[in-house]
């Protein structure tokens, strides 16, 4: 049970460039989150999902995208990368009970990206 | 929306010292707040977590307290140890996500 996997680990794009980040989840939950953190400001919403095939905003979605086609794999986008994205992102997943989260998140090991 | 404030953001303990982290919310519609304990170079973990109808939680050298009325609530760590170092994140639930506080370093001296 491996829990939420993230790759890559680590990655350096030039500005412009696109990638996409992965993460995928063995523990067939409904919510998955993806979160960036920077120093001094904790941990910052980018999107998130409830379900497969469904996507919403979260704090700071600008300059992201990202799908859900599969219930255990979340996808974060960036179509043209820019300095002020490098960061560490993490992913995470719960299982809610009805309208609450009856459990915690349960967070990857996270992917850091540095944009020059 | 949901606002959530972390204090302080650097604490320096001796060993065998209590350590004491603060968060204050803003919506009172928040109903659950989980903290997590970071690592260097790992993700966050979920240490311990508190519900709105709760006051208090304990597990071994860890407790949280909830002040519904103020909106804050505090972690408190007892016996401090070196490995006790690490990052801290405070959280509130806002619908269906968690809103999380700027952290706070811990270090623990032996």
């Known amino acids: 049970n491996a829990g939420v996997t993230q790759t890559p680990k680590f990655r350096v794009l030039k500005t412009g460039q696109s990638m996409t980040l992965l993460c995928a989840q063995d523990m067939n939950h409904e919510y998955m989150y993806w979160y960036r953190q920077d120093p001094g400001m904790g941990l910052r919403l980018i999107h998130y999902s409830v379900g497969e095939g469904t996507t919403a905003k979260g704090e700071v979605p600008d300059g992201y995208n990202v799908s859900r086609l599969k219930k255990q794999n979340f996808l974060l986008g960036l179509e043209s990368a820019a300095p002020s994205q490098t960061s560490v992102y993490f992913c995470?997943?719960?299982?809610?009970?009805?309208?609450?989260?009856?459990?915690?998140?349960?967070f990857g090991s996270g992917t850091r990206l540095t944009v020059v | 929306g949901e606002n959530v404030e972390q204090h302080p953001s650097t604490l320096s303990v001796q060993e065998g010292d209590s350590a004491v982290i603060k968060c204050t919310y803003s919506?009172?519609?928040?109903?659950?707040f989980p903290w997590y304990k970071q690592e260097l170079g790992k993700g966050p973990q979920l240490i311990i977590d508190i519900r709105s109808n709760v006051g208090e939680k304990k597990d071994q050298r860890i407790a949280v307290t909830l002040n519904k009325t103020a909106k804050h609530f505090s972690l408190h760590i007892t016996e401090t140890q070196p490995e006790d170092s690490a990052v801290y994140f405070c959280?509130?639930?806002?619908?269906?996500?968690?809103?999380f506080g700027q952290g706070t370093e811990l270090s623990v001296k032996p």
């Open positions: 959280a509130a639930r806002r619908g269906g996500k968690l809103i």
């Open positions: 995470a997943s719960t299982q809610p009970d009805g309208l609450t989260l009856r459990y915690g998140y349960t």
């Open positions: 919506d009172s519609a928040s109903n659950y």
